[in-house]
């Protein structure tokens, strides 16, 4: 008997066993997506390169806040991994030609047709703080020197290596859409433009910017956790136009952030879990959430020109912080705390559906425009208007332009007849009612200043669908661009899809704003390079790319993308090599890696550690400082030669400070490398010390070699609130 039941229960058990099992396959989806995701370091020159976003070529490089990283995704038919589509965010100012036109070449070389410029999106975050000198067209050289190989370089083989690496760990994953409200995150730097809009539409929208939020869950076998990408409309221009260190701004913060938490143990950068934080439709869209502000009175600007008393550069916006580090800080927080909260959303909505993608290059300067009534109008010859020199309250222009400016200045006129660059009366007609002050459409010399081809494209992911657009679209822009997209993906028979824009994508070609801000030019406007009905242009175009996305056919290629690099130039000067601070007649001194400014002994939780030493140039060798670091923060073990690094020049809380002390007479220069370590308030107590590496140049024979790690003097972080005990 007692036999017989146990035999029963036996049964029982496995029955139960074998429901549990079943139960967990069914509520356990099965991946619908094959994923691959990889992240590389593209730090550019951190020495004497001009920075891109502010247009100064005073902002040169002098150190680094954070490492800058391209991270990239790869999204795969779960049954067909020749179906592929690369969706790139690189935390850089914007992608370029050149740029994309390199990474696609060196994807052929290794995977052939697998990866081409149909299902290759790259988007810049549009940091502000990143190097110059990658792009191919005139206009944004001349600002930095002309172009930089070391700039390009970094770009190109990071980007490439981060798409290599995310081919190599494809994986089979699902994919989950969120979407949530983020307040005090961004704010509208143009209302006087956004106000021109007709009243109905407005009325559609609580707010003059998108607060939503959207994210993509990367989620792999057994709720393996993968990544994210982020999309949300804010420029990444909390650190100011006075910033000389390179930094992801706060997008790059906000992915530090998580992926330091989803990356337990690891340094950043090096761990498998990679956040993306998009731009989308950001062209009016500022951090800056104290608004501007004249800088000599603290008084608000004049709402409609940003002047104070008919001066535009005292108009300035800051804030939340207290400086530019405090508030990258705030901003990139806020982005990574509602990321957190959409990405463990349980009702994020599954993706599923097929892969697609569609692609074609157009030219923007002739482009029918088809109207409702049947009219036909036409996009314009690129051109700047005079509010383009008035720059905007997150970086101000100069005297005497000012925004919304309709009229051109006789004096500049006069000087650029003189420079034969005047606009030629069509252009002039086309770009009505803009007054034109650089007419870089029609300007050739020494080679094209602007792009006249641009790159459209449209990705599908299931239900969800990413618009790679060209170019900074302003809020209502972007909201008419994305409506229009999602009423064609609807009618070629898509349900409830999902439009996300990506914006500064394969090409850049300044702004887009609507209509009517076009009438209003403020600084978006004036920057809408081809025209009045630039935005109804490039509706028309993703709506016949929708169709073809939709029907699974490719429209034809469309005009070929110049390849310029043979045209480059550059006139920054290589590096003079460097020298050791050593007295030739006595022979004393400090030779490069010394340190020359030493640490203090006790330092409190919060408080903020230096140390100087003798450097190399860090221009001297870009391509093998990436991926590694120029600094490090060690922290002492249990043994007095037993040390770990803690930090490096890749978090937040580190700065890299580069200056050149003086150059001598033989060629060479003293070089000066300051490590800034900001003590986190819950710094472990403990014994610590700071270290500094890079690359020395002979300034005779141009070598160039590492000079290995040296130290400051260890000292001790203790307590916020220790009190030294007073001597007697």
């Not at 036109?101 to 052929?108: A, D, F, K, T």
């Not at 607060?211 to 804010?234: A, C, H, Q, W």
């Not at 978090?651 to 070089?671: A, Q």
Request: with cysteine; net charge negative.
């Amino acid at each position: 008997m007692a036999a017989e039941n146990c035999l029963r229960w036996t049964k029982r058990m496995e029955m139960f066993c074998f429901l549990i099992t079943l139960l967990a396959v069914v509520s356990a989806q099965s991946p619908n997506y094959l994923v691959g995701i990889g992240m590389s370091d593209i730090t550019g020159p951190a020495a004497d390169a001009q920075m891109m976003g502010y247009g100064n070529p005073a902002q040169t490089t002098r150190g680094i806040h954070m490492r800058q990283f391209s991270r990239a995704f790869i999204f795969c038919n779960i049954d067909d991994d020749s179906h592929c589509q690369v969706f790139v965010v690189a935390d850089f100012g914007m992608a370029d030609s050149s740029v994309t036109l390199g990474v696609i070449e060196r994807l052929r070389t290794v995977y052939g047709d697998l990866y081409t410029e149909d299902n290759v999106a790259i988007s810049g975050t549009h940091t502000h703080s990143g190097v110059a000198g990658y792009m191919q067209y005139f206009l944004f050289t001349i600002t930095s020197s002309g172009f930089i190989h070391d700039s390009y370089d970094s770009f190109v083989d990071g980007i490439f290596r981060s798409i290599q690496k995310a081919h190599n760990n494809q994986a089979p994953s699902n994919l989950y859409y969120s979407s949530g409200e983020l307040l005090e995150a961004n704010m509208n730097r143009s209302p006087h433009g956004y106000d021109a809009n007709p009243p109905e539409e407005r009325a559609k929208y609580v707010y003059d910017v998108d607060k939503d939020m959207t994210v993509l869950k990367i989620v792999g076998e057994n709720d393996k956790d993968r990544g994210l990408i982020s999309f949300f409309p804010v420029h990444p221009v909390s650190m100011n136009s006075s910033n000389r260190l390179l930094s992801g701004d706060n997008k790059g913060y906000a992915s530090y952030l998580i992926e330091m938490e989803m990356n337990p143990g690891t340094f950043h950068g090096q761990g498998e879990f990679v956040a993306a934080f998009a731009s989308s439709n950001l062209g009016d869209v500022s951090p800056n959430l104290n608004g501007p502000r004249c800088k000599d009175t603290g008084e608000p600007c004049e709402r409609k020109t940003s002047q104070c008393r008919n001066r535009t550069n005292l108009c300035v916006a800051t804030g939340p912080g207290k400086d530019m580090f405090e508030s990258t800080k705030i901003i990139g927080e806020r982005q990574a705390m509602k990321a957190k909260e959409l990405y463990n959303d349980p009702s994020a909505e599954r993706l599923e559906g097929p892969i697609g993608f569609v692609h074609q290059y157009v030219d923007m300067t002739n482009y029918s425009v088809n109207l409702e009534g049947g009219q036909t109008v036409s996009t314009c010859k690129a051109a700047f208007g005079y509010s383009f020199a008035a720059g905007t309250i997150d970086g101000a222009g100069a005297n005497p332009f000012y925004q919304t400016q309709l009229y051109t200045l006789p004096l500049v006129e006069q000087f650029l007849e003189i420079l034969q660059m005047d606009p030629s009366p069509e252009m002039v007609a086309c770009q009505a009612p803009k007054p034109v002050l650089l007419p870089v459409g029609e300007m050739s010399i020494p080679w094209e200043w602007i792009p006249a081809i641009v790159d459209t494209q449209m990705m599908r992911i299931g239900q969800f669908v990413i618009l790679p657009v060209p170019s900074e679209f302003t809020t209502m822009a972007g909201r008419r661009l994305r409506n229009t997209v999602r009423e064609a993906l609807m009618a070629e028979g898509l349900a409830d899809p999902k439009v996300e824009i990506a914006g500064l994508s394969n090409t850049y070609s300044d702004y887009v704003c609507t209509i009517e801000e076009y009438g209003a030019q403020r600084y978006e406007a004036a920057s809408t390079t081809y025209g009045p009905h630039t935005l109804e242009a490039y509706q028309q175009q993703y709506t016949m790319l929708a169709q073809h996305l939709m029907k699974g056919t490719q429209p034809p290629d469309g005009p070929a993308m110049p390849n310029l690099l043979g045209d480059q130039s550059s006139i920054l000067e290589p590096t003079e090599g460097d020298i050791d601070d050593v007295n030739p007649r006595t022979g004393l001194g400090k030779n490069v890696g010394d340190v020359i400014v030493d640490v203090d002994p006790k330092y409190r939780q919060g408080s903020v550690a230096l140390a100087t030493f003798i450097a190399g140039n860090p221009r001297n060798d870009p391509y093998r400082m990436r991926g590694d670091t120029f600094l490090v923060v060690e922290k002492q073990r249990l043994l007095p030669t037993d040390w770990e690094v803690v930090y490096t020049d890749a978090d937040f809380c580190t700065r890299f400070l580069w200056d050149r002390s003086r150059t001598t007479s033989d060629g060479g220069s003293v070089s000066h490398a300051t490590i800034h370590w900001d003590i986190p308030e819950s710094q472990a107590e403990g014994t610590y010390r700071l270290g500094h590496q890079g690359y020395k140049k002979d300034p005779k024979y141009g070598d160039v070699v590492c000079y290995e790690m040296s130290y400051s003097s260890s000292f001790q972080v203790v307590a916020a609130d220790y009190q030294d005990r007073p001597t007697v």
